[in-house]
């Protein structure tokens, strides 16, 4: 297995903000400093929802949503770049011209497509499928590695019908991993599914928990670019990646009215700390 860095390296996250600490820029922020770095988050759209729906959201202004990034990029030693939810295509373009003046540093993409339907009635932004096809296109040959759910594996490979099928669909648009979570479920297990060019398909069974927690792909995808931007070699950034992310839903906690929120900081959990005496 590659080494874990002593130092903190800087991670780069674009996603929306989630008052409710689910997932978006705080499940990222969270996952960073619990993994021992520094993460800069830059707000793609800002978000009225609670544990149980969205109400609202507002898109970043392109203007704005450039500076950020350059900003960070151009006075810190960004060592790995995650990329959450965008609402509108403009976005997704602006950052692809970005990511082509970095292409070496690593790069992962949660493909979140849509947050709530109720959004389209504000008109802030663009629809799942035009939003899909600028990941496709513009995101995706960029990407070290895609992490999308069943769901979002379907939306990208419309023309897929198994889901082998659209991890190997996926990474025909020049990605260099796929990893599918939820790929199968059973009562007792849940398997994510990875995908690499020329090599056979690897499945990775995690114990099912009864617990449904929002933020677990959110997660995923930011410890994976944490491990990266730690200096591991991607085989082993995936798996630390999925390790982390269970254990985290393992230990959620439900705090609000719905859904749990992973605990990403779960080792320094006081209940679970060892008497000293």
Same mark, same amino acid.
């Given at each position: 297995?590659?080494?874990?860095?002593?130092?903190?390296?800087? /991670?780069? $996250?674009?996603?929306?903000?989630?008052?409710?600490?689910?997932?978006?820029?705080?499940?990222?922020?969270? !996952?960073?400093?619990?993994?021992?770095?520094?993460?800069?988050? /830059?707000?793609?759209?800002?978000?009225?929802?609670? @544990?149980?729906?969205?109400?609202?959201?507002?898109?970043?202004?392109?203007?704005?949503?450039?500076?950020?990034?350059?900003?960070?990029? =151009?006075?810190?030693?960004?060592?790995?770049?995650?990329?959450?939810?965008?609402?509108?295509?403009?976005?997704?373009?602006?950052? +692809? $011209?970005?990511?082509?003046?970095?292409?070496?540093?690593?790069?992962?993409?949660?493909?979140?497509?849509?947050?709530?339907?109720?959004? @389209?009635?504000?008109?802030?932004?663009?629809?799942?499928?035009?939003?899909?096809?600028?990941?496709?296109?513009?995101?995706?040959?960029?990407?070290?590695? /895609?992490?999308?759910?069943?769901?979002?594996?379907?939306?990208?490979?419309?023309?897929?019908?198994?889901?082998?099928?659209?991890?190997? =669909?996926?990474?025909?648009?020049?990605?260099?991993?796929?990893?599918?979570?939820?790929?199968?479920? @059973?009562?007792?297990?849940?398997?994510?599914?990875?995908?690499?060019?020329?090599?056979?398909?690897?499945?990775?069974?995690?114990?099912?928990?009864?617990?449904?927690?929002?933020? $677990?792909?959110?997660?995923?995808?930011?410890?994976?670019?944490?491990?990266?931007?730690?200096?591991?070699?991607?085989?082993?950034?995936? =798996?630390?990646?999925?390790?982390?992310?269970?254990?985290?839903?393992?230990?959620?906690?439900?705090?609000?009215?719905? +859904? $749990?929120?992973?605990?990403?900081?779960?080792?320094?959990?006081?209940?679970?700390?060892?008497? !000293? +005496?």
């Amino acid at each position: 297995m590659s080494e874990f860095s002593n130092r903190a390296p800087v /991670v780069l $996250s674009l996603s929306s903000h989630d008052p409710s600490g689910s997932t978006g820029i705080q499940a990222d922020i969270e !996952t960073a400093i619990s993994l021992g770095a520094h993460c800069c988050p /830059v707000v793609t759209a800002l978000c009225a929802r609670d @544990t149980q729906q969205m109400i609202d959201l507002h898109p970043t202004p392109i203007d704005l949503l450039i500076e950020q990034t350059r900003a960070i990029l =151009e006075d810190m030693p960004v060592a790995a770049i995650k990329l959450g939810y965008f609402c509108q295509v403009e976005q997704i373009e602006a950052i +692809h $011209s970005i990511l082509r003046d970095y292409s070496r540093i690593p790069v992962v993409l949660d493909p979140v497509a849509s947050l709530s339907i109720a959004n @389209t009635a504000a008109g802030h932004f663009d629809g799942a499928d035009r939003i899909i096809g600028a990941m496709k296109s513009l995101l995706l040959p960029l990407a070290d590695v /895609v992490t999308p759910d069943i769901v979002e594996a379907h939306q990208l490979a419309q023309l897929a019908d198994t889901v082998d099928a659209c991890g190997q =669909e996926i990474l025909t648009q020049g990605c260099g991993a796929v990893l599918i979570t939820g790929a199968r479920r @059973t009562i007792n297990d849940y398997q994510n599914r990875l995908y690499l060019p020329h090599r056979p398909v690897r499945t990775f069974c995690w114990p099912r928990l009864s617990l449904f927690s929002h933020g $677990s792909g959110a997660t995923l995808s930011a410890s994976i670019c944490t491990y990266l931007a730690h200096g591991l070699l991607l085989s082993d950034a995936l =798996e630390q990646g999925q390790q982390f992310t269970w254990q985290c839903l393992k230990a959620s906690r439900r705090l609000g009215m719905g +859904h $749990s929120i992973p605990n990403r900081l779960y080792w320094a959990d006081r209940n679970n700390l060892k008497p !000293t +005496h």
